[in-house]
């Protein structure tokens, strides 16, 4: 079955310093990955998704097949960035009929 | 551009009662998911509807049905309510084929 683990359900740090929120997956398949992004009083939004390896809003997230990982990752955090995260993924070339499965989502916190 | 919208925003019922909730897709987009979020927990996959049609299903009782009208709006049906229906219910559009998937801001369900 496939799971997607987020170990930290919060995750604390300074304005400026780096951050990363780790997700770990577990899939038979070729997975697609995500991370999902929901800020305060708003709606669950797509941050970034493995296949356009691109950044957005400064932070990226590298897919290590041999580690069944998806950190995502930002050198410096600005306040701004405090948000619920989510990691999902789904089954690649599938057109999501297998639905997104989720974490448990990290709460990330930045101190002025 | 419009977004993907959701009625209503919140809802009060009583255990074994049933309850439909609505959801149109954003502009352009043809497929619907639905998900359960328990609070505290990731969105978790209940449905997904393409072409009127139930796409593919998570692991949730017959109790949960839904469908998808010819201008890609949709409807989640739950019957004979528990407690633990209690959660916010996400709905999300994408493109067919396409795994990226935009949510609505959810339905607040209580079940006393």
């Known amino acids: 079955a496939q799971r997607v683990t987020q170990p930290e359900k919060l995750l604390s740090v300074f304005k400026g310093a780096p951050v990363e929120l780790k997700c770990n997956y577990s899939y038979s398949g070729s997975p697609e990955l995500f991370w999902y992004v929901q800020?305060?009083?708003?709606?669950?939004?797509?941050?970034?998704r493995h296949i356009s390896r691109e950044s957005i809003k400064?932070?990226?997230a590298d897919l290590n097949k041999g580690e069944t990982s998806f950190h995502l990752k930002k050198p410096f955090a600005q306040e701004e960035d405090s948000a619920m995260y989510y990691c999902a993924l789904t089954q690649y070339s599938g057109g999501g009929a297998d639905g997104?499965?989720?974490?448990?989502?990290?709460?990330?916190?930045?101190?002025? | 551009e419009t977004g993907v919208t959701q009625s209503p925003t919140h809802l009060i019922k009583t255990r074994g009662q049933q309850v439909t909730l609505r959801c149109s897709s954003q502009s352009g987009h043809n497929t619907v998911s639905?998900?359960?979020?328990?609070?505290?927990q990731g969105p978790q996959f209940i449905f997904q509807y393409y072409r009127e049609e139930?796409?593919?299903?998570?692991?949730?009782?017959?109790?949960?049905?839904?469908?998808?009208?010819?201008?890609?709006?949709s409807e989640l049906n739950v019957n004979a309510l528990e407690l633990d229906d209690s959660a916010l219910y996400l709905c999300?559009?994408?493109?067919?084929g396409t795994p990226s998937q935009y949510f609505g801001a959810g339905t607040r369900l209580s079940v006393l």
């Open chain 2, 92 to 96: 999300a559009s994408s493109v067919a």
């Open chain 1, 58 to 60: 400064g932070f990226t």
């Open chain 1, 39 to 48: 800020y305060s009083r708003q709606r669950l939004q797509l941050l970034l």
């Open chain 2, 34 to 40: 639905w998900y359960q979020q328990a609070l505290g």
């Open chain 1, 100 to 112: 997104l499965t989720f974490g448990k989502g990290t709460h990330l916190i930045i101190q002025p």
């Open chain 2, 54 to 73: 139930e796409n593919g299903r998570g692991n949730f009782p017959p109790r949960f049905s839904g469908l998808q009208f010819p201008n890609y709006s």
